[in-house]
């Protein structure tokens, strides 16, 4: 998009924070709620709200998918910030929360400009990256995951700050489930293998030094549109995906066609930015094409980000004038093309509800996401030093919240369940399928062995035995019951200790 618009004042915006002081008689109140509350926990198993990221985790490629945590294919609905040079004051928290809980956005697109001889990120550096670390610390905070976009045209002429710009946002989010790198917004019709996959290879390079597994987009000729092209002369790497873009009354047929033939080719694609408008992003709306649109990417699976949250005069832009950035928008504040997403982004939210497990007397958790706290030492089960390797051994430490101590549990039938680490992807593992006790417990990628796979077993009070499929007699067990931080976790046979039994909670 090569709109320009006024400049704006960026206004940080801080919730406010205002507690209430409670009376005594509310203090009853609240404590008879408190009893009630806890009586229906006790009696059913209580639904609970995940985040989308808690639910997909670790995003991956696997063929021409995007996959989850539990190598599901998953496709994210979101919307694209506008450029961050010219339209700063929704690269803030309030509006990233507004339009995970109104919208149900599971993506956002950190627009960041690069080009320009006055303003963007060649000219103030550190401005623009203040505001994406605003919206990246926002996404994870939320939930919700983020694309971080060198939204430049001629970025082959920008390689070395390239680089270096997203070897620092690898250091820094690397290790966060929720980050995606789009490295070249949208080429222009330069050469594929000669100007523009060069460039992606040493982005890739780049990043990978930091970030082993996150996602990375990477941008087509011709405006992100020649995927074809780029599916068959592929950038070399793993967990690597294509950009796509299209404005619905532009480009219909033909460049859906494309999109077949590249994944045809073995390309994962993901419509970073799409307007439902001309390719001017202003023109009129075309909602019957956009819904044409929408129903090829759920046919093949392929994630989309709307262009844009904007409150300016072109009918692309989602918001009208003066739509606050702290959300709270009205449908009058919400322009054509906005709603449309809206009612698309609403009509398809992931389910993410979840279940706690059920109270004494079950037998199995449900899938969702859960500490896991053992009943001698009261602490969690935990990837030591947030390790993400195959091979990270499995440890126990004071629950604090970190995502290595967070494990989502899938059920692979029969009440088999695959443990997957949130920071990580990666699956509780029985290091070589040991039956020796004092075996090691690590992080491994799930492949679907036995050793991989686990059931539950109520003890008392709550707690449960975790045994893995490969080795009935055996279990989940801390090292001679120990209470210390890093003290390991191990295969071992079962006798009833309370090392070796586990309570499931809400994280
Ligand atoms: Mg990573």
Redesign the pocket.
């Known amino acids: 998009m090569h709109q320009h618009c006024s400049r704006q004042i960026f206004v940080r915006s801080c919730p406010s924070f205002s507690p209430v002081k409670k009376t005594p008689l509310l203090r009853s109140v609240f404590g008879f709620l408190f009893v009630v509350f806890l009586g229906l926990t006790a009696s059913v198993a209580q639904a609970q709200t995940q985040t989308v990221v808690q639910k997909y985790g670790?995003l991956r490629v696997q063929g021409n998918r995007i996959v989850d945590q539990t190598g599901t294919a998953v496709q994210l609905r979101g919307m694209s910030l506008y450029w961050s040079q010219w339209i700063p004051k929704y690269y803030s928290y309030n509006t990233l929360k507004w339009l995970r809980d109104d919208w149900k956005i599971t993506v956002v697109r950190a627009a960041v400009g690069i080009n320009g001889t006055t303003d963007g990120y060649l000219v103030n550096p550190t401005a623009e990256k203040n505001k994406v670390f605003a919206v990246v610390d926002a996404a994870i905070s939320l939930g919700i995951y983020v694309i971080i976009d060198w939204h430049d045209h001629t970025a082959s002429d920008h390689r070395s700050q390239a680089q270096a710009f997203f070897a620092e946002m690898a250091q820094k989010y690397?290790?966060?489930?929720n980050v995606l790198y789009e490295v070249w917004n949208e080429p222009l019709a330069v050469s594929w293998s000669g100007v523009i996959k060069p460039y992606h290879q040493a982005l890739v390079s780049t990043i990978r030094q930091y970030?082993?597994?996150?996602i990375i987009i990477c941008g087509t000729k011709t405006w992100s549109q020649d995927v074809d092209e780029a599916a068959a002369d592929p950038v070399s790497g793993t967990n690597i995906a294509y950009t796509l873009h299209f404005y619905a009354n532009t480009h219909k047929q033909f460049l859906r066609d494309k999109a077949t033939t590249a994944l045809n080719r073995g390309a994962a694609l993901f419509v970073t930015e799409y307007g439902t408008t001309d390719a001017s992003g202003n023109g009129t709306v075309n909602a019957g094409e956009t819904a044409t649109w929408w129903a090829f990417l759920d046919a093949n699976k392929i994630s989309h980000a709307n262009w844009s949250v904007a409150d300016i005069s072109e009918s692309s832009a989602a918001l009208n004038a003066g739509a606050s950035e702290n959300g709270g928008w009205t449908l009058s504040q919400i322009k054509q093309s906005g709603q449309l997403v809206r009612t698309e982004c609403i009509a398809k939210a992931p389910d993410l509800s979840t279940t706690t497990p059920p109270p004494t007397g079950g037998t199995t958790p449900a899938n969702g996401t859960f500490k896991i706290v053992g009943r001698a030492s009261g602490k969690a089960l935990d990837a030591n030093g947030n390790g993400?390797a195959d091979g990270t051994q499995i440890i126990q430490w004071t629950y604090g919240g970190g995502n290595n101590q967070r494990w989502t549990l899938l059920n692979r039938g029969s009440n088999q369940y695959s443990i997957i680490g949130v920071a990580s992807g990666k699956a509780l593992d029985v290091s070589g399928s040991s039956t020796t006790n004092g075996a090691k417990v690590q992080l491994w990628t799930y492949g679907g062995g036995n050793n991989q796979k686990w059931t539950f077993a109520a003890t008392t009070s709550g707690y449960y035995r975790v045994t893995p499929v490969h080795a009935t007699g055996g279990c989940l067990e801390v090292t001679g019951n120990s209470t210390a931080n890093g003290a390991l976790v191990e295969f071992w046979t079962y006798s009833g200790g309370t090392g070796q039994q586990w309570a499931f909670s809400a994280p």
Request: hydrophobic share 10%; proline share 10%.
């Open positions: 670790q690397g290790n966060t489930p970030d082993a597994d996150n993400t």
